[in-house]
């Protein structure tokens, strides 16, 4: 069975319609940036402190080893598609959804303090999405808008990846 690997900006619901997904569909859930911590011991402020590079190395042996799994909900940090290594290995056994939310509701609800990326400002998620939207739509095989409810959202998605 194929993975239902979610893709898109940092807010942008992956975390909420993964765990959703994995209860709906009775699916294990792996989500990489909790998988990379568990492994490294390392939050991922400290990997960011030592460099950005330091913490990319190590998302795509965390997405090699993941890619490998079956019938998993996959949810991804917002970076993953920075690497096409990344992408591959997801697109191995998976399928690739990019979960796109207007950056003004991503603002609304954000946890900044955990992500490095966002310590300059919110003008950092604008340039972000400028820079990755294009990304994101080249990765996926469905892109789906987050800016309804989220159980229109997850039966959405679960529309698309069950009529494949
Ligand atoms: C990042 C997003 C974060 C995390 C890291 C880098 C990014 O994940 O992987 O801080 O480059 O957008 P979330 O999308 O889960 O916040």
Not at 10 to 21: D, F, N, P, R, V
Not at 61 to 84: A, D, F, L, P, R
């Amino acid at each position: 069975m194929k993975n239902i690997v979610l893709i898109g900006m940092m807010g942008c619901g992956k975390t909420t319609i993964s765990q959703l997904l994995s209860k709906q569909l009775k699916r294990p859930l792996i989500d990489i940036d909790e998988y990379l911590v568990d492994k490294y011991k390392m939050t991922i402020p400290e990997m960011f402190n030592i460099s950005e590079a330091y913490f990319r190395e190590r998302e795509t042996i965390c997405c090699m080893e993941v890619g490998q799994k079956e019938g998993y909900i996959i949810s991804t940090g917002g970076g993953v598609i920075k690497n096409q290594k990344n992408i591959d290995a997801l697109h191995h056994h998976g399928t690739l959804i990019y979960l796109d939310r207007p950056v003004e509701n991503i603002l609304s609800d954000v946890e900044i303090s955990t992500r490095p990326l966002l310590k300059d400002g919110p003008q950092k998620l604008y340039e972000l999405y400028q820079q990755r939207h294009e990304l994101y739509l080249q990765a996926c095989d469905y892109h789906v808008i987050n800016d309804k409810s989220l159980e229109d959202v997850v039966n959405n998605i679960i529309h698309l990846c069950t009529a494949e």
